[in-house]
């Protein structure tokens, strides 16, 4: 019974040959942050700290 398991899991790739040629792929451009993109992240950090400032007065 356990030689049949090791032939079934050593049967299995579970990273293909495919998969592990992209890794040798160059990586792409980093984006670039926009003003507005910069403005909203700002927005929904500070919105969210007021959020869990207002959970912590609540208790």
Do not use: N
């Not at 040959?17 to 910069?38: Q, T």
């Not at 500070?46 to 869990?52: F, G, H, I, N, S």
Request: charged residues 30%.
């Amino acid at each position: 019974m356990c030689a049949e398991q090791d032939e079934d899991w050593s049967s299995r790739r579970y990273i293909s040959p495919e998969s592990m040629l992209k890794l040798a792929e160059p990586a792409g451009p980093e984006p670039v942050e926009s003003e507005a993109s910069r403005r909203r992240g700002l927005m929904i950090v500070e919105t969210a700290m007021e959020l869990a400032g207002a959970g912590r007065r609540a208790v």
